[in-house]
T-cell receptor, first 114, second 112 residues
């Protein structure tokens, strides 16, 4: 069984400050990891993904995440927050192989203060 | 290219009724998955279909069913609606079952 824990349901940062959204996962097999963003009244947009290879993954809009197997973590960061980053962020895990079912965390609402 | 499309955008039903939600995948994608997102929670997996066959099913009652058509579009059906079925229903498509999933805008279902 797989699970995802997102620490902090709400995170507030000032515009221009570092964004750090935390994600820890549990998986019995090598995981594939994803970050999605959801703007109000919209679906999910893929930010980035880790499958295999390089553990530091770069995504869209300046976001990146690092896969740390020893810590079972996949935290999302952005060096400088922009007002347009305000949204809900979901971390998800799936097992490799066929029938990939995503297991999502409960989400982190990011607020960017002017 | 068009993304994943879903219809309708919003739907209001009463308890006990039946509902059908529709999804068209990205062109070339052969797999469709359905998720339920209750307000304030992350999405939960309902079904995955590939080449018209069910490849995965989440922990949902038999009131929930789905199918995939030859053109790879899909329908999600929910019978005997309960208040707790009120949620955003998301469809995601991928080229194959083990590929990255791309989500549509969702259908907001309200059960009164």
């Amino acid at each position: 069984a797989q699970s995802v824990t997102q620490l902090g349901s709400h995170v507030s940062v000032s515009e221009g400050a570092l964004v750090l959204l935390r994600c820890n996962y549990s998986s019995s097999v090598p995981p594939y990891l994803f970050w999605y963003v959801q703007y109000p009244n919209q679906g999910l947009q893929l930010l980035l993904k880790y499958t295999t290879g390089a553990t530091l993954v770069k995504g869209i809009n300046g976001f990146e995440a690092e896969f740390k197997k020893s810590e079972t973590s996949f935290h999302l960061t952005k060096p400088s927050a922009h007002m347009s980053d305000a949204a809900e962020y979901f971390c998800a895990v799936s097992s490799s192989g066929s029938a990939r079912q995503l297991t999502f965390g409960s989400g982190t609402q990011l607020t960017v203060l002017p | 290219d068009a993304g994943v499309t879903q219809s309708p955008t919003h739907l209001i039903k009463t308890r006990g009724q039946h509902v059908t939600l529709r999804c068209s995948p990205i062109s070339g994608h052969k797999s469709v998955s359905w998720y339920q997102q209750v307000l304030g929670q992350g999405p939960q997996f309902i079904f995955q279909y590939y080449e018209k066959e069910e490849r995965g099913r989440g922990n949902f009652p038999d009131r929930f069913s789905a199918r995939q058509f030859p053109n790879y579009s899909s329908e999600l059906n929910v019978n005997a609606l309960l208040l707790g079925d009120s949620a955003l229903y998301l469809c995601a498509s991928s080229w194959m079952t083990d590929d990255t999933q791309y989500f549509g805008p969702g259908t907001r279902l309200t059960v009164l």
